[in-house]
């Protein structure tokens, strides 16, 4: 199993135990979906011994719906306008482009050419339907994962620009 960890932070953002794609040779694209989530308290974990005689106090269980990525990855909704996620975004390609010099410096040109182009015609052109993400560790200067929805309205799919990833095999 491949781990998609942050650059810069470290954080895990996804692994390949989804649907994934690499999108532009500059992305990757990896499909979510809905799951359920159990909020059930196990009283065994905490030292109950439900009597058979005695009905129980109990706890009002419950399940939630949650995103399988951002449940299993632990990454944290984070806001951003337009003018906000560009300052982001500036500073962050820099960081990744200081990176590639650092260890693949052939790969500068086409990222620069190949982000600036994915952000303008993707993120950009439909700013308002993304959801923003960072990792656990809330680093501001890792990288920001990018949620939308497919054309269904129902599954969820994350960006994440692919030089900006550790691939690591579990």
Not at 47 to 60: I, P
Not at 75 to 83: A, I, M, R, S, Y
Request: aromatic share 12%; with cysteine.
């Amino acid at each position: 199993m491949l781990i998609f960890k942050d650059l810069i932070s470290g954080d895990e953002l996804a692994s390949d135990s989804y649907p994934y794609k690499y999108v532009d040779d500059i992305a990757i694209e990896i499909e979510g979906k809905m799951i359920t989530v159990s909020n059930a308290i196990d009283d065994r974990m905490i030292g109950g011994n439900a009597s058979a005689e005695e009905a129980g106090e109990g706890t009002d269980d419950g399940t939630e719906s949650k995103i399988n990525v951002v449940y299993s990855h632990q990454l944290v909704e984070t806001q951003f306008d337009k003018k906000s996620y560009l300052a982001y975004l500036k500073g962050y390609l820099k960081r990744i482009e200081k990176k590639l010099e650092e260890n693949n410096p052939d790969r500068i040109e086409a990222f620069k050419t190949g982000a600036q182009k994915f952000v303008k015609e993707r993120v950009l052109a439909n700013f308002s339907n993304w959801q923003f993400f960072t990792g656990e560790k809330m680093d501001p200067d890792a990288m920001v994962v990018l949620m939308d929805y497919r054309e269904d309205g129902m599954t969820p799919y994350f960006v994440l620009f692919k030089d900006g990833l550790i691939e690591e095999k579990c």
